[in-house]
Nanobody
């Protein structure tokens, strides 16, 4: 069983940066696909980014098209953690951010395909 905990949300000013962490326990996530989703107030959950394993120490990162340029994702395997970095924050980035993992090295943008979820972390961007 895998437990995921998101950390790093809070209140941030527009234009700033934030680093969200997804810390896993229970087993290593080295070969799992790990993704970030978000749910903004009054909106449906949407895919943000994913990291997949491609063998050895190689991981690929995928960012939703609308978020390219400001969002990045990376692994810290030594800490069993996946980081979502968001720069040039905008008020529309306000949402609850969730990390999710699936026991596959392929990612999907459909949250239903993920086996494990964290409880989410609230990020509020003030203008």
């Amino acid at each position: 069983q895998v437990q995921l905990v998101e950390l790093g949300g809070g209140l941030v000013q527009a234009g700033g940066s934030v680093r969200l962490s997804c810390a896993a326990s229970g087993r290593a996530l080295n070969s799992d696909a790990v993704a970030w989703f978000r749910r903004a107030p009054g909106k449906e959950r949407e895919f943000v980014a994913a990291s997949t394993w491609r063998g050895g120490g190689t991981y690929f990162g995928f960012i939703a098209d609308s978020m390219k340029g400001r969002f990045s994702i990376r692994r810290q395997n030594a800490q069993n953690t996946v980081i979502l970095q968001i720069n040039s924050l905008k008020p529309e980035d306000t949402a609850v951010y969730y990390c999710a993992a699936r026991s596959s090295n392929d990612y999907t943008r459909n949250g239903r395909d993920y086996d494990y979820w964290g409880q989410g972390t609230q990020l509020t961007v003030s203008s």
